[in-house]
């Protein structure tokens, strides 16, 4: 139904865009930028900026910047900066050769400050950070001026300069900038805008000891790399008077415009760096690319795609106001490229030992499989069908309730690819009463999966051959977190955790054709769900696949409610 144009995104930032075009209000240019902070791990909240960046410039022929907004020495580091690179690259975006440092600008900065100074915009103010709260007032309550407000401007660059110098400790001065304590804006009450802090720097070293803060660095630095639309999420919003205020009283010549959208809020997980953190160093996860984590290397490591993030970024669009994601709707979205992408094969979890006692002892047969029901250009393999073979354990129950149409005794049910066979034999633990194995016939007319006679059997279970398949760990991976909104009273998350959100399984069974599996790559296994060869823990030895997402959901039961139910995914009685 979509035609020409309609299909590009369009939301009220690309109407700002398109209107500043049409009036050419930056000669025609349109420069954006992603400015991740390097102190943690991007997360699926990021993605969103990096999508809405890159992809405006994308979209109006301009270009975007990946700038690293490292003005802050605590907890910066190379190993983060290296984890935003990858994982932008990963997500499909260029930045090309415009790969910048807030920590480049520090002189340019401090020259700006210097300025500020010398212009009677800026003092250096001596009250401790407690009484700086306390004198900025409250939304309701006035601020009060600093008795330090009225130093001359000598006194102030001689103290700011000194405290460049490295004369004082952290917090016996800061620079504020001079606006105005009355305010309606809490923002604008003499924000401080550099503070002393005898730190290393990832980058920088000893080379400082006073760092801007954010207000002051964020918009010179988009002026500084001539950016048209300085594209950040709402909490800003109360700051955009202040970004506008710094352009300004510094006369700079490129003067970007703020716009604000709404962050990604996902149910069921956090997506706050902080937080993140906190599982990271409590050790609830293995690391900031545990399959469980809602960061880039933690989605690729459970097997998402890169295309199905940008597919998600761009259903849940671009808006004004805050709202909360359905975790169900980005799940959807992964098991939508993977449908189309990932080749089927077939992978026993549950292993329940099959004995066909008509079929030749040493006998191997090999069925041609294709890898896509829909796709024959993704081609097929080989898998050998034998005597014994494995099935689900839950496809097999003795005592079968109405519905069951699986295996149970006396049963018939094709195996994928293959045979009809009959249950006609069930072998149980003596001790435990557990069954542990079956014994089948097959109908050697049914190979093409269809019976002559024209009979029809209730269901297709998948099964491997048992000495052709390859043994192999399987994880399991479910929600981290009990509920919706792990940031709901109060701020302990670690409270709301699942308490088992992985289950691993260690005797799991693959057709042999994944035998030397590349880590990485992602399968259907089919009936079950959609897993990927863990890039970590993956070896020949014991190949370890995640499960990235299981075949339907809630959310499809939605969606089938409106369209007919049915699809390659269902249990088929044929
Ligand atoms: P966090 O709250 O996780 O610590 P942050 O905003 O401090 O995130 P930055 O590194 O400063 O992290 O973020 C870089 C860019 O990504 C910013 O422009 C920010 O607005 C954007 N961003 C961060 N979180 C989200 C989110 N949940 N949804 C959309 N954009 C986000
Ligand atoms: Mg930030």
Redesign the pocket.
């Given at each position: 139904m979509e035609q020409g144009n309609s299909s590009l995104p369009s939301d009220f930032i690309r109407d700002i865009i398109e209107e500043d075009l049409r009036t050419d209000k930056h000669q025609g240019r349109v420069a954006t930028r992603?400015?991740?902070?390097p102190?943690?791990y991007l997360?699926i909240?990021?993605a969103?900026?990096i999508c809405l960046n890159f992809g405006i410039a994308a979209q109006y022929g301009g270009a975007c910047n990946l700038r690293l907004?490292d003005t802050d020495p605590s907890g910066e580091s190379k190993e983060y900066v290296d984890s935003i690179v990858r994982d932008v690259k990963w997500l499909g975006f260029d930045w090309e050769d415009r790969l910048y440092y807030a920590s480049d600008y520090y002189e340019k900065l401090y020259l700006y400050a210097l300025q500020l100074i010398r212009e009677g915009k800026a003092y250096v103010c001596s009250l401790s950070a407690e009484e700086i709260r306390e004198y900025r007032g409250a939304l309701t309550k006035p601020g009060k001026e600093s008795p330090y407000r009225n130093r001359t401007v000598e006194e102030n660059l001689d103290l700011f300069q000194r405290m460049r110098a490295g004369e004082f400790d952290d917090g016996a001065h800061v620079l504020r900038a001079k606006i105005d304590m009355t305010s309606p804006n809490v923002t604008m009450r003499d924000p401080v805008i550099y503070r002393i802090k005898k730190e290393s720097h990832y980058r920088t070293g000893d080379g400082w000891c006073i760092y801007p803060m954010y207000d002051f660095a964020h918009c010179l630095s988009d002026s500084i790399e001539k950016i048209t639309h300085s594209?950040?999420?709402l909490e800003f919003e109360n700051n955009r008077p202040l970004y506008d205020w710094f352009l300004k009283e510094l006369k700079v010549e490129h003067r970007p415009q703020q716009i604000e959208f709404a962050?990604?809020?996902l149910s069921f997980t956090v997506?706050?760096?902080?937080k993140?953190i906190e599982l990271v160093e409590k050790g609830i996860v293995s690391g900031w690319d545990d399959p469980q984590m809602p960061t880039l290397a933690g989605m690729r490591r459970r097997g998402f795609t890169p295309a199905a993030i940008r597919d998600f970024c761009e259903r849940i669009g671009v808006a004004k106001n805050d709202s909360v994601i359905d975790m169900a709707l980005l799940e959807n979205c992964v098991r939508e490229d993977l449908n189309e992408k990932a080749p089927r094969v077939m992978a026993v979890l549950r292993p329940l030992r099959v004995v066909i006692d008509n079929y030749p002892e040493g006998q191997v047969e090999e069925f041609n499989c294709p890898y896509h029901p829909k796709n024959s250009e993704m081609g097929a393999r080989k898998v050998p069908f034998s005597r014994i073979l494995y099935v689900e354990q839950d496809d097999f129950l003795e005592n079968p309730p109405k519905k069951f149409y699986r295996l149970s005794p006396g049963r018939e049910v094709r195996l994928r690819y293959g045979y009809f066979i009959r249950c006609i034999g069930v072998v149980k633990d003596h001790d435990t009463g557990e069954v542990v194995e079956l014994h089948c016939t097959y109908d050697p007319g049914t190979r093409s999966g269809f019976a002559p006679d024209g009979r029809k059997v209730g269901s297709t279970i998948h099964w491997v051959s048992a000495a052709h398949s390859v043994p192999a760990e399987v994880r399991l991976y479910d929600r981290l977190f009990r509920v919706a909104n792990p940031l709901e009273k109060g701020s302990d998350i670690t409270e709301h955790l699942k308490r088992q959100s992985v289950e691993i399984l260690r005797s799991c069974r693959l057709e042999a054709s994944l035998e030397g599996t590349a880590p990485g790559s992602t399968f259907q296994f089919e009936r079950t769900g959609y897993f990927c060869a863990d890039v970590v823990d993956y070896s020949d030895k014991t190949p370890v696949f995640n499960r990235t997402a299981t075949l339907r959901d809630t959310w499809a039961k939605i969606a089938a409610q409106r369209e007919e139910a049915g699809g390659a995914d269902s249990e088929s009685p044929s």
């Open positions: 992603f400015p991740p902070e102190n943690g997360h909240g990021h969103k900026s907004d594209i950040c999420t962050r990604l809020n997506l706050s760096k902080r993140l």
